[in-house]
Protein backbone atom coordinates (compact mmCIF):
# COMPACT_ATOMS: atom_id res chain seq x y z
CA UNK A 1 0.00 0.00 0.00
CA UNK A 2 1.36 3.33 -0.80
CA UNK A 3 1.77 5.78 2.34
CA UNK A 4 -0.24 8.29 0.43
CA UNK A 5 -3.42 6.04 0.65
CA UNK A 6 -3.40 5.09 4.06
CA UNK A 7 -6.40 5.72 5.99
CA UNK A 8 -4.87 6.84 8.96
CA UNK A 9 -2.60 10.17 8.07
CA UNK A 10 -0.66 9.88 11.04
CA UNK A 11 0.54 6.68 9.30
CA UNK A 12 2.13 8.59 6.67
CA UNK A 13 4.66 9.95 8.82
CA UNK A 14 5.09 7.00 10.60
CA UNK A 15 5.58 4.80 7.68
CA UNK A 16 8.02 7.49 6.40
CA UNK A 17 10.12 7.33 9.56
CA UNK A 18 10.90 3.49 9.66
CA UNK A 19 10.21 0.22 7.54
CA UNK A 20 10.23 -1.74 10.24
CA UNK A 21 9.01 0.48 13.12
CA UNK A 22 5.61 0.44 10.34
CA UNK A 23 5.35 -3.38 9.83
CA UNK A 24 5.54 -3.58 13.85
CA UNK A 25 2.43 -0.32 13.84
CA UNK A 26 0.30 -2.50 11.00
CA UNK A 27 0.65 -5.47 12.90
CA UNK A 28 -0.62 -4.06 16.06
CA UNK A 29 -3.22 -2.35 14.73
CA UNK A 30 -4.44 -5.27 12.85
CA UNK A 31 -4.34 -7.03 16.33
CA UNK A 32 -6.47 -4.28 17.94
CA UNK A 33 -8.94 -4.33 15.61
CA UNK A 34 -9.85 -7.96 15.46
CA UNK A 35 -9.93 -7.71 18.81
CA UNK A 36 -12.52 -4.64 18.71
CA UNK A 37 -14.47 -7.23 15.91
CA UNK A 38 -14.40 -9.96 18.74
CA UNK A 39 -15.88 -7.45 21.35
CA UNK A 40 -18.56 -6.31 19.25
CA UNK A 41 -19.74 -10.23 18.78
CA UNK A 42 -23.21 -10.76 20.40
CA UNK A 43 -23.10 -14.34 22.70
CA UNK A 44 -26.17 -15.78 22.27
CA UNK A 45 -25.88 -18.67 23.71
CA UNK A 46 -27.89 -19.41 26.93
CA UNK A 47 -26.58 -18.06 30.21
CA UNK A 48 -25.75 -20.56 32.91
CA UNK A 49 -25.56 -19.34 36.20
CA UNK A 50 -22.14 -20.46 38.04
CA UNK A 51 -24.18 -22.33 40.69
CA UNK A 52 -26.26 -23.99 38.47
CA UNK A 53 -23.36 -25.14 35.86
CA UNK A 54 -21.31 -26.39 38.98
CA UNK A 55 -24.46 -28.70 40.01
CA UNK A 56 -24.70 -29.99 36.33
CA UNK A 57 -20.77 -30.69 36.25
CA UNK A 58 -21.59 -32.72 39.75
CA UNK A 59 -19.38 -30.37 41.37
CA UNK A 60 -20.15 -28.40 44.51
CA UNK A 61 -19.96 -24.71 45.04
CA UNK A 62 -19.40 -22.79 47.82
CA UNK A 63 -23.24 -21.31 47.36
CA UNK A 64 -24.30 -24.59 47.16
CA UNK A 65 -22.36 -25.93 50.32
CA UNK A 66 -23.84 -23.23 52.12
CA UNK A 67 -27.71 -23.96 50.84
CA UNK A 68 -27.39 -27.08 51.99
CA UNK A 69 -26.17 -26.42 55.14
CA UNK A 70 -29.46 -24.06 55.79
CA UNK A 71 -31.34 -27.20 54.30
CA UNK A 72 -30.18 -29.70 56.67
CA UNK A 73 -26.49 -30.50 55.72
CA UNK A 74 -24.27 -30.50 52.47
CA UNK A 75 -25.32 -33.14 50.13
CA UNK A 76 -23.24 -35.46 47.52
CA UNK A 77 -22.79 -33.59 44.36
CA UNK A 78 -23.82 -30.50 45.40
CA UNK A 79 -27.52 -31.78 44.82
CA UNK A 80 -29.39 -28.72 47.62
CA UNK A 81 -33.50 -30.67 46.02
CA UNK A 82 -33.33 -33.71 48.31
CA UNK A 83 -32.79 -31.52 51.27
CA UNK A 84 -35.04 -28.78 50.78
CA UNK A 85 -38.21 -28.20 53.17
CA UNK A 86 -37.20 -31.43 54.89
CA UNK A 87 -38.13 -29.30 57.89
CA UNK A 88 -41.27 -27.53 56.91
CA UNK A 89 -43.30 -30.25 58.89
CA UNK A 90 -43.33 -28.80 61.97
CA UNK A 91 -46.27 -30.54 64.78
CA UNK A 92 -48.27 -27.39 65.49
CA UNK A 93 -48.01 -25.65 63.13
CA UNK A 94 -51.15 -23.85 61.06
CA UNK A 95 -51.55 -22.74 57.37
CA UNK A 96 -54.68 -21.15 56.04
CA UNK A 97 -56.04 -20.98 52.63
CA UNK A 98 -55.16 -18.15 50.71
CA UNK A 99 -56.58 -19.02 47.64
CA UNK A 100 -59.49 -21.52 46.14
CA UNK A 101 -60.69 -21.96 42.63
CA UNK A 102 -62.52 -24.67 40.83
CA UNK A 103 -60.74 -25.80 37.90
CA UNK A 104 -63.19 -27.96 36.62
CA UNK A 105 -66.78 -29.56 37.36
CA UNK A 106 -67.84 -33.37 35.67
CA UNK A 107 -64.14 -32.95 33.93
CA UNK A 108 -64.62 -29.80 32.07
CA UNK A 109 -66.20 -26.23 32.53
CA UNK A 110 -69.24 -24.88 33.93
CA UNK A 111 -70.41 -21.56 33.58
CA UNK A 112 -70.55 -21.50 37.17
CA UNK A 113 -66.74 -21.94 38.06
CA UNK A 114 -66.25 -18.25 37.35
CA UNK A 115 -69.06 -16.81 39.76
CA UNK A 116 -68.04 -19.49 42.71
CA UNK A 117 -64.33 -18.43 42.38
CA UNK A 118 -65.15 -14.90 42.25
CA UNK A 119 -67.35 -15.07 45.64
CA UNK A 120 -64.45 -17.62 47.37
CA UNK A 121 -62.18 -14.93 46.66
CA UNK A 122 -63.66 -12.26 48.09
CA UNK A 123 -64.86 -14.57 50.88
CA UNK A 124 -61.17 -15.77 51.43
CA UNK A 125 -60.13 -12.11 51.82
CA UNK A 126 -62.59 -11.43 54.21
CA UNK A 127 -61.88 -14.13 56.68
CA UNK A 128 -65.52 -15.61 55.63
CA UNK A 129 -64.16 -18.49 54.19
CA UNK A 130 -61.31 -20.10 56.40
CA UNK A 131 -60.28 -23.28 55.20
CA UNK A 132 -57.07 -24.95 57.46
CA UNK A 133 -54.39 -27.24 57.69
CA UNK A 134 -52.90 -28.00 61.34
CA UNK A 135 -49.85 -30.31 61.32
CA UNK A 136 -50.60 -33.58 63.64
CA UNK A 137 -47.78 -35.54 63.55
CA UNK A 138 -44.94 -36.25 61.65
CA UNK A 139 -43.02 -39.79 60.84
CA UNK A 140 -40.18 -40.05 58.66
CA UNK A 141 -41.90 -38.50 55.47
CA UNK A 142 -45.28 -39.39 56.67
CA UNK A 143 -47.30 -36.19 57.38
CA UNK A 144 -50.55 -36.49 59.34
CA UNK A 145 -53.25 -32.74 58.77
CA UNK A 146 -56.11 -32.13 60.18
CA UNK A 147 -58.49 -29.68 56.91
CA UNK A 148 -61.19 -27.78 58.77
CA UNK A 149 -62.69 -24.49 58.36
CA UNK A 150 -62.70 -21.47 60.67
CA UNK A 151 -65.92 -19.39 61.38
CA UNK A 152 -65.59 -15.15 60.81
CA UNK A 153 -65.82 -13.42 64.29
CA UNK A 154 -65.27 -9.90 63.46
CA UNK A 155 -64.07 -7.50 60.52
CA UNK A 156 -59.91 -7.53 62.31
CA UNK A 157 -57.93 -9.55 60.64
CA UNK A 158 -57.44 -12.99 61.15
CA UNK A 159 -59.94 -12.62 63.96
CA UNK A 160 -61.71 -16.59 63.27
CA UNK A 161 -62.02 -19.11 65.13
CA UNK A 162 -61.74 -23.06 64.33
CA UNK A 163 -64.42 -25.45 64.63
CA UNK A 164 -63.46 -29.15 65.52
CA UNK A 165 -66.53 -30.53 64.40
CA UNK A 166 -65.21 -29.86 60.64
CA UNK A 167 -61.83 -31.21 60.47
CA UNK A 168 -60.84 -34.33 58.33
CA UNK A 169 -57.10 -35.87 58.15
CA UNK A 170 -55.45 -36.20 55.43
CA UNK A 171 -52.05 -38.33 55.26
CA UNK A 172 -49.33 -36.87 53.16
CA UNK A 173 -45.95 -38.55 52.07
CA UNK A 174 -43.48 -35.70 51.65
CA UNK A 175 -40.73 -36.11 48.81
CA UNK A 176 -38.60 -33.08 48.92
CA UNK A 177 -40.71 -30.00 48.71
CA UNK A 178 -43.91 -31.60 47.58
CA UNK A 179 -46.65 -33.79 49.27
CA UNK A 180 -49.49 -35.95 47.74
CA UNK A 181 -51.97 -38.37 49.33
CA UNK A 182 -52.74 -41.48 47.78
CA UNK A 183 -55.59 -42.44 50.46
CA UNK A 184 -58.61 -40.37 49.36
CA UNK A 185 -59.78 -38.06 52.30
CA UNK A 186 -62.27 -35.21 52.65
CA UNK A 187 -62.68 -31.74 53.16
CA UNK A 188 -65.91 -30.12 55.02
CA UNK A 189 -66.64 -26.56 53.37
CA UNK A 190 -68.11 -24.24 56.34
CA UNK A 191 -68.31 -20.44 55.47
CA UNK A 192 -69.41 -16.98 57.24
CA UNK A 193 -70.00 -16.74 61.20
CA UNK A 194 -71.17 -19.38 63.70
CA UNK A 195 -74.33 -17.26 63.80
CA UNK A 196 -74.83 -16.93 59.69
CA UNK A 197 -73.40 -19.62 57.95
CA UNK A 198 -73.47 -19.46 54.36
CA UNK A 199 -74.29 -22.68 53.38
CA UNK A 200 -77.13 -24.39 55.48
CA UNK A 201 -77.81 -28.12 55.79
CA UNK A 202 -78.94 -28.68 59.43
CA UNK A 203 -79.48 -32.30 59.08
CA UNK A 204 -76.72 -32.54 56.35
CA UNK A 205 -73.72 -35.15 56.48
CA UNK A 206 -71.25 -31.93 57.84
CA UNK A 207 -73.70 -29.25 59.36
CA UNK A 208 -74.18 -26.52 57.22
CA UNK A 209 -70.77 -27.45 55.51
CA UNK A 210 -70.70 -28.47 52.18
CA UNK A 211 -68.78 -31.85 52.58
CA UNK A 212 -66.38 -32.41 49.70
CA UNK A 213 -65.22 -36.28 49.86
CA UNK A 214 -62.46 -38.88 48.06
CA UNK A 215 -60.35 -35.96 47.86
CA UNK A 216 -57.02 -36.41 46.56
CA UNK A 217 -54.28 -33.44 46.87
CA UNK A 218 -50.75 -32.45 45.57
CA UNK A 219 -49.16 -29.71 46.90
CA UNK A 220 -45.08 -27.78 47.25
CA UNK A 221 -43.63 -26.10 50.96
CA UNK A 222 -41.96 -23.53 50.01
CA UNK A 223 -38.54 -22.84 50.55
CA UNK A 224 -38.73 -21.01 53.20
CA UNK A 225 -41.57 -23.40 54.70
CA UNK A 226 -44.15 -20.00 54.84
CA UNK A 227 -46.54 -20.81 52.31
CA UNK A 228 -47.82 -24.22 50.72
CA UNK A 229 -47.83 -23.22 46.84
CA UNK A 230 -48.41 -25.28 43.61
CA UNK A 231 -51.52 -27.10 45.79
CA UNK A 232 -53.88 -29.13 42.94
CA UNK A 233 -57.14 -30.64 43.93
CA UNK A 234 -56.12 -33.44 41.85
CA UNK A 235 -59.65 -35.46 42.33
CA UNK A 236 -62.66 -34.41 44.52
CA UNK A 237 -66.41 -35.06 44.18
CA UNK A 238 -69.68 -34.40 46.20
CA UNK A 239 -73.02 -36.89 46.66
CA UNK A 240 -75.76 -35.36 44.46
CA UNK A 241 -77.51 -35.58 48.03
CA UNK A 242 -75.38 -33.14 49.54
CA UNK A 243 -75.77 -31.30 46.92
CA UNK A 244 -79.56 -31.27 46.72
CA UNK A 245 -79.42 -30.75 50.82
CA UNK A 246 -77.18 -27.85 51.22
CA UNK A 247 -78.37 -25.22 50.43
CA UNK A 248 -76.42 -21.78 49.82
CA UNK A 249 -76.59 -17.85 50.12
CA UNK A 250 -74.76 -16.71 47.29
CA UNK A 251 -74.19 -13.04 48.82
CA UNK A 252 -71.38 -11.66 48.73
CA UNK A 253 -72.80 -9.54 52.26
CA UNK A 254 -72.96 -11.68 55.11
CA UNK A 255 -74.95 -10.17 56.92
CA UNK A 256 -77.91 -10.30 53.85
CA UNK A 257 -77.78 -14.01 54.20
CA UNK A 258 -79.60 -13.25 57.66
CA UNK A 259 -78.78 -15.92 59.21
CA UNK A 260 -80.90 -19.24 59.44
CA UNK A 261 -84.19 -20.03 60.34
CA UNK A 262 -85.50 -23.44 62.29
CA UNK A 263 -88.88 -22.41 62.07
CA UNK A 264 -88.56 -21.53 57.97
CA UNK A 265 -90.59 -24.68 56.20
CA UNK A 266 -88.70 -23.91 52.72
CA UNK A 267 -88.71 -21.92 49.93
CA UNK A 268 -91.21 -22.29 46.41
CA UNK A 269 -89.17 -25.60 45.53
CA UNK A 270 -89.96 -27.02 48.91
CA UNK A 271 -86.28 -26.65 49.55
CA UNK A 272 -84.02 -25.56 52.39
CA UNK A 273 -86.12 -26.02 55.63
CA UNK A 274 -84.38 -24.58 58.69
CA UNK A 275 -82.84 -21.99 56.57
CA UNK A 276 -84.85 -18.74 55.57
CA UNK A 277 -85.46 -17.16 51.96
CA UNK A 278 -82.08 -16.48 51.02
CA UNK A 279 -80.99 -20.02 50.22
CA UNK A 280 -80.98 -22.15 47.71
CA UNK A 281 -80.00 -25.57 46.99
CA UNK A 282 -76.80 -25.91 45.66
CA UNK A 283 -77.98 -28.63 43.16
CA UNK A 284 -80.38 -26.53 41.92
CA UNK A 285 -78.30 -23.21 41.09
CA UNK A 286 -75.70 -25.76 39.69
CA UNK A 287 -78.44 -27.08 37.56
CA UNK A 288 -80.40 -23.86 36.55
CA UNK A 289 -77.02 -22.32 34.39
CA UNK A 290 -75.88 -25.48 33.01
CA UNK A 291 -77.34 -29.73 33.80
CA UNK A 292 -74.79 -31.58 35.52
CA UNK A 293 -73.63 -34.90 34.19
CA UNK A 294 -72.75 -36.77 37.33
CA UNK A 295 -69.43 -37.72 36.37
CA UNK A 296 -68.33 -39.08 40.04
CA UNK A 297 -69.33 -41.64 41.82
CA UNK A 298 -69.51 -42.16 46.05
CA UNK A 299 -70.44 -44.65 48.40
CA UNK A 300 -71.99 -46.02 44.97
CA UNK A 301 -73.76 -42.77 44.38
CA UNK A 302 -74.13 -40.47 41.80
CA UNK A 303 -71.40 -37.54 42.37
CA UNK A 304 -70.01 -34.81 40.97
CA UNK A 305 -66.49 -34.33 39.78
CA UNK A 306 -64.55 -31.32 41.26
CA UNK A 307 -61.12 -30.04 40.22
CA UNK A 308 -59.61 -27.31 41.90
CA UNK A 309 -56.25 -25.61 42.96
CA UNK A 310 -55.34 -23.69 46.25
CA UNK A 311 -52.74 -22.09 48.14
CA UNK A 312 -52.12 -21.09 51.74
CA UNK A 313 -49.72 -19.36 54.30
CA UNK A 314 -48.45 -20.47 57.72
CA UNK A 315 -49.93 -18.67 60.56
CA UNK A 316 -47.75 -16.63 63.24
CA UNK A 317 -50.47 -17.98 65.86
CA UNK A 318 -52.64 -20.69 67.02
CA UNK A 319 -55.90 -19.97 66.21
CA UNK A 320 -58.59 -20.49 69.26
CA UNK A 321 -61.39 -22.58 69.04
CA UNK A 322 -64.91 -21.74 68.84
CA UNK A 323 -66.85 -20.95 71.96
Known sequence: MEISKLPYPQLKHLMAFSSVHSLILLIGFALLSIACEMENE??????????????????????????????????????RNENQCTDCAQVGTWYRFTSLGLEAIDNGPHPVIAVLNSLWSADVNSHSLNVLFEIRAVDGDQITMGAMNAAWVSEAEDDYCVMPETAIEFIFTQNACNMSNTVPAGINIYAGSQEIPKNCSPQGEATNAIPVRDVLLSADFAPDCGSIVNGTVRSAAIKRSALENTCSCLSPVLSSCQGIDPNFEGNNFGECGGCNQRYSSLSRQLNSIQELTWECEVDGEQSVCIEASFEASRLSFTPPQCP
Open 42 to 79: IDESQNILPMIAGQMAGTETAGTATAGNEQGGETEGGD
